[in-house]
């Protein structure tokens, strides 16, 4: 028969395999000194962005990325750590853990995996300071748009040059009659 706590790191082990197989992004952070309630703070934040996190012993969350092909990660957990999960954009997260840094210096970005792609703090950070994706498909549209609207302006006014061209042989047909 297994011991309780045997039975407690199984179940956080495969809760973190699970979270990783549904996110294809993952932060890393650091929560040295930051308190219960900054923490629960912090968790309200990420609710907003759809992520969530996941805080466990190192042992745990070392053993359980190794065994999910996130080897890479593994030197990132230093000290009481927590793993962000994400499971869409990543770039609303960074904000919000950028945000949360900077009125809690006492949270620190560790880095992080993006589909394939291992982060460093700095990288999140960059991340934060890039438009959302709904802000760039409005800026994808828009550079569409402003060749046809600019089409659009150069022949209205060719069209009105010739009317009032039209409107001015008019009026010197009048003034002759």
Known sequence: MKK???IFRETLE????????SSSNVFIINYAKLSSPDMSQLRQALKGTRASLFVAKNTVAKRALKESGYESLVGLLEGPCGLVFIPDEPVVTSKALCDFTKDHENLKLAGGCMGEKVLAAADIQAMAKLPSKEVLRTQVVIGLKSPITGLVMVLKGNLRKLVFCLEQIKQKKNDKA
């Open 14 to 21: 495969s809760r973190i395999k699970e979270n990783l197989k």
């Open 4 to 6: 309780l706590g045997a």
